[in-house]
């Protein structure tokens, strides 16, 4: 059978495009190495009229069909399962901008396209195609969809359903849905392109999107601020938010054990502010029509007041695109090296209200440690849209293979903890593999049932990236 539904997709996409063995290898196992999978072939369409072909291929012969872009998800959504029933199909080769239109300010994307590819062509029509995370060099635009990512720009502008216009999906039934019109208003019926948007491919395989371009901000400025504890964060975030309007496009926020993790380990990122394992840090970004001057000087009636209250212990404005870089690579390179040089973590990408994260962190903190004393929680993201990334880390003289042991019950102490404070377990990266036995544990039920019943609608074979969210 294998050999057959290689040989159809040979067929199909010629034989360069169809990748076995040592070749097909890299596909197969997720971004961490920690999750593998096996796979009939990975398949490489060229277009979307392929992608159609090789999905009325799959109804025929009955194989499933993992959709994956850049591979770099965090949950095992684009890594297939052990059967080696499936086919991966990489968007690698969907990867032109169709048009970029400044005066609709649209751009039409296909899925295999980089997010920094995005970026690029929105630059070069002087628009601003808002969407930045840490991967952006590497992840696709079709996985962003996907997962409906969020990374450090949605305060302001929003995670990728609110920078989505429309979409081209292939459907189950190996059709084209062609609903990339970039209408800014279109009450013809069910949002269809929000059905897609973090399906995680278990629903169609998105092709191309129409995105939501933005004028160019005249100017940004990026600043690094300390604080004694994260309730002085939660009222200086209330005011910056009061002061600053919607030019407050980034804040970032930093818990003191990593900032000091940083500076142990990884030595070639300067630090901005003196570490202190006490203390919260922010990453904080103003975009705007105004001249820099005019935004300094907002930044300063701002952060002045509070230093003179002590709700701000210190802040540094970044002076120069250079000090802005280093800013912003301390977020999104140098936390993510500092905490592997330190070894394995138990991760989470947990959503809050932003008024409950100060209990949600005492609470989580003294159930983690009854379970293990000393256990480290490495705390980063998004403060401004109540998204923390949750990474437990080993305690003093336990080992690696200790802490993973413990996983599932260190899961279940923290999303417990997440849930009886009116949250959700995942805010942007998604349920995947790793988080779907859990979710039914914590999401509504009418809800997952309904999720159950759209399932069954639009894909009643399972064809599409089985075993994944549900
Ligand atoms: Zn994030």
């Known amino acids: 059978m294998s050999h057959q539904i290689v040989e159809g997709l040979i067929g199909l996409l010629g034989e360069k495009q169809v990748l076995v063995g040592e070749d097909a290898a890299a596909y197969l196992t997720d971004r961490h190495g920690r999750l593998r999978g096996n796979a009939v072939c990975v398949a490489r369409p060229g277009s979307t009229e392929e992608v159609a072909g090789l999905v009325r291929l799959a109804r025929r012969f009955g194989f499933p069909v993992v959709p994956q872009g850049g591979n770099t998800g965090l949950v095992g959504g684009a890594t297939p399962d052990e059967t080696g029933n499936a086919v991966v199909l990489s968007t690698v080769r969907l990867n032109r901008i169709r048009n970029v239109d400044a005066q609709d300010n649209t751009l039409i994307a296909e899925a295999g396209c980089t997010l920094s590819q995005v970026q690029a062509a929105a630059l070069d029509a002087d628009r601003l195609f808002p969407l930045s995370l840490g991967s952006e060099g590497s992840c696709t635009i079709g996985g962003n969809l996907s997962t409906n990512a969020g990374g450090t720009q949605v305060l302001h502008y929003g995670n990728t359903r609110a920078l989505t216009l429309g979409l081209e ?36 395989v998105v092709t191309a999107a129409t995105l939501k371009l933005f004028p160019r901000p005249a100017s940004q400025t990026t600043a690094f601020l300390s604080f004694a504890g994260i309730h002085a964060v939660i009222g200086f975030f209330d005011r910056a938010r009061a002061h600053l309007g919607p030019s407050l496009t980034a804040f970032e926020l930093v818990s003191g054990l990593l900032y000091k993790l940083v500076e142990s380990n990884v030595p070639e990122q300067p630090l901005p502010l003196p570490a202190s394992a006490a203390h919260w840090y922010v990453l904080l970004e103003i975009s705007g029509v105004d001249g820099e001057e005019q935004v300094r000087e907002r930044l300063a009636a701002l952060v002045g007041p509070a230093i003179e209250r002590q709700l701000v212990l210190d802040a540094v404005v970044a002076d120069s695109p250079a000090k802005t870089g280093s800013l912003w690579r301390l977020r999104h ?30 609470a989580g903190a003294r159930r983690l440690n009854e379970h293990t004393p000393g256990i480290r929680p490495l705390v980063f993201g998004h403060l401004g849209d109540g998204n923390l990334h949750f990474n437990l880390a080993r305690a003093p003289g336990q080992s690696p293979e200790e802490l993973l042991r413990h996983e599932e019950a260190l899961h279940e102490i923290t999303y417990d903890t997440v849930h009886q404070h009116g949250g959700a377990i995942s805010a942007e990266h998604g349920i995947g ?37 549900l």
Request: aromatic residues 6%.
């Open 333 to 362: 390179g140098a936390l993510g090296e500092a905490q592997r040089r330190d070894g394995p973590t138990i991760k989470h990408d947990i959503a809050l209200p932003v008024s409950r994260i100060p209990d949600f962190l005492d």
């Open 433 to 469: 593999q790793v988080k779907r036995h859990v979710l039914p544990r914590y999401k509504d039920p009418v809800a997952l049932k309904l999720m159950k019943k759209i399932k069954l609608a639009l894909d009643p074979e399972g064809l599409f990236n089985p075993g994944k969210v």
């Open 169 to 204: 999906v292939v459907t189950a039934d190996g059709e084209i849905w062609h609903g990339l019109n970039g209408l800014r208003k279109d009450n013809t019926g069910y949002s269809l392109r929000d059905v897609f948007i973090g399906a995680e491919g278990t629903l169609g």
